[in-house]
């Protein structure tokens, strides 16, 4: 089959790599139909360049077709239209039952000490073959895949896999009080959708920040209140909630923050060096482009929340704990539990579609063209927000 691999920092390729088949009882094989590119498919293509493999197939955004399923597989038959959540979960341990698919104890990472194994995702995280491919090897498939109605066109319910039920645990997590505020940094894929999560869920004053001028324009159709990020964003976010700040602010940027350039470039020399080397670099210095979770804090009210959806790799980076204990603020994070918001999602995802996701993609391209979309949506040009391969 055709697969998007992975081959150094900014090296992706298509290539033929060996079809996959069902391995385990529990197994599905599917043929993807549609597969996204996520924000945080970009910090792999540079920064966490320590944990990849040469080879390792990238993408966790997959819609596809049943082809094969293992003999214990029971609610899945070939020929199903199927969504596959971005984390791999068995739906029967203690963190599953509680919700917390991503933290499943039949999947976790351990000899990393990490959560649930994730497709495409790093050797932290299992390294395990990735969904930007014309076919994907599904584990536990008896619980992950969730099954959706023939018709619609994919773009429909593909978010369903990631963007929708992160922007939803966002909001979730959020917690803003009836009449309160949000403030939503980054307007990427996950912060747009966190905004239209937030206006139907019914937050009314909702702010969103990024530094794309495109990305301003496209939130601000769905009853944002936006501004161009700078020096003056929190001084200006303030002023529009009586001086306090925004109950709630959600960090839809995560490691590779704009305003960081001492860090960008330990990033960049990070991802150079040998594997082991960089890795260690990760675990012992700051890596992370801080900026938007340092905003984030000051924005945010006292006693508001800070709920983070961007991801952060490094292990030791800096944090301004007294500003955090004064201020006494709720901190919530983590990957998304994409199994424990599908049946709240689910419902909206109709020809009413309130929260736009018939046209949220802004590319829809065949597989061959990943290596120009990456890059293009690594410069953020081309007016790229949300690419969707269609291997
Ligand atoms: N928690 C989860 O389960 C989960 C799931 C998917 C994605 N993510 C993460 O969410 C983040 C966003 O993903 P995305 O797909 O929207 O990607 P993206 O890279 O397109 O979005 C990031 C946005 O932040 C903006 N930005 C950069 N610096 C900023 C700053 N200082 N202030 C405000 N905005 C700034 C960028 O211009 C960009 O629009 C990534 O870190 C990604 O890894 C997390
Ligand atoms: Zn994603
Ligand atoms: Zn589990």
Redesign the pocket.
């Known amino acids: 089959m055709r697969a998007l691999t992975w081959h150094g920092p900014r090296d992706v390729r298509v290539e033929t790599v060996p079809d996959p088949a069902v391995q385990e009882p529990t197994d599905a094989v599917i043929r993807v139909t549609s597969s996204g590119l ?3 498919d ?2 792999l293509y540079e920064v966490m360049a320590p944990f990849m493999h040469e080879g390792d197939i990238l993408g966790h955004e997959p819609m596809g077709v049943v082809e094969e399923v293992g003999e214990e597989v029971t609610g899945l038959r070939p020929g199903d239209r199927v969504v596959v959540p971005f984390q791999i979960a068995c739906g029967r341990c203690f963190m599953c039952e509680q919700g917390l698919q991503t933290q499943c104890e039949t999947t976790q990472v351990r000899d990393r000490g990490m959560g649930a194994r994730i497709f495409g995702y790093t050797s932290l995280y299992g390294s395990v073959p990735g969904a930007q491919a014309e076919f994907l090897r599904v584990p536990h498939a008896d619980y992950g895949p969730v099954r959706v109605p023939d018709g619609p066109p994919d773009d429909r319910f593909l978010y369903l896999s ?1 963007v929708l039920s ?1 922007a939803w645990q966002a909001v979730r997590y959020a917690a803003v009080p009836p009449g309160g505020s949000l403030a939503v ?7 747009d959708m966190c905004c239209r999560v937030a206006r139907h869920l019914g937050v009314e004053q909702v702010f969103g ?4 001028p495109a ?1 301003l324009a496209r939130a601000e159709q769905h009853g944002v209140e936006v501004f161009r ?1 700078d020096d003056d964003t929190v001084a200006a976010i303030r002023d529009r909630t009586d001086g306090r700040g925004p109950d709630a602010v959600i960090d ?4 590779e ?3 960081a350039p001492a860090v960008r470039t330990a990033q960049r020399l990070a991802a150079l060096l040998p594997r082991a080397a960089g890795a260690r670099l990760m675990g012992t210095v700051g890596m992370d482009r801080l ?2 979770l340092y ?1 984030a804090i000051d924005l945010v009210r006292r006693g508001g929340t800070v709920s983070l ?3 952060y790799g490094g292990a030791a980076d800096p944090l301004p704990m007294l500003t955090l204990f004064d201020k006494q603020i709720q901190v919530r994070m ?3 539990n994409v199994r424990r918001w599908a049946d709240e999602i689910l419902p909206l995802l109709t020809d009413d579609d309130p929260l736009g996701v018939d046209s949220f993609a802004t590319h829809r391209l065949p597989l061959d063209e990943a290596p120009r979309a990456y890059a293009a949506f690594q410069r ?1 040009s081309d007016g790229m927000v949300k690419t969707l391969f269609r291997p």
């Open positions: 996520c924000g945080s970009l910090h990631d992160t940094l980054g307007l990427g894929p996950i912060g920040v990024d530094p794309v990305r990020f839809a940027v995560g490691m923050a704009h305003g900026t938007a905003t959806s961007g991801v983590g990957q998304a953020k």
